[in-house]
């Protein structure tokens, strides 16, 4: 069993920046693409972004493309997200997820363990 944790999330003004934190724990050697999901209130669980075990390959929706960035630490079992100019739009609650394949995906339905969501408020 793998166990994720989010962290980071709050409230900010649109065009502020935050930086979402995902630690990992129990069976980290069974961790490898990692992603990030948001679900807003009413509506479908979202692919935001997504990165494979390496770091060497990221995938971003279409609609946080050039404002997000997704990373990770695997020494320390983290991913991140760096959330820059935020819009109202962007308020939702986001998760972090892993999966065993090592190739990012961004299908929610390919991914096995999800941590609990951290909300984020972007207030116009």
Known sequence: QVQLA???????????SLR????????TSSIGAMG??????????????SISWSGASTYYAD???GRF?????NVKNMVFLQMSSLKPEDT??????????????RLPSE???????????VSS
């Not at 990030?36 to 972004?49: L, M, S, T």
Request: charged share 15%.
């Open 92 to 105: 939702a609650v986001y998760y972090c997820a892993s999966r065993a394949n090592v190739v990012a995906g």
């Open 111 to 121: 991914y096995a363990y999800w941590g609990q969501g951290t909300p984020v408020t």
């Open 20 to 27: 979402l934190s995902c630690g990992a724990s129990g069976r």
């Open 6 to 16: 989010e962290s980071g999330g709050g409230l900010v003004q649109a065009g502020g």
């Open 63 to 65: 609609s946080v493309k």
């Open 69 to 73: 960035t997704i990373s990770r630490d």
């Open 36 to 49: 990030w999901f948001r679900q807003a209130p009413g509506k479908d669980r979202e692919f935001v972004a």
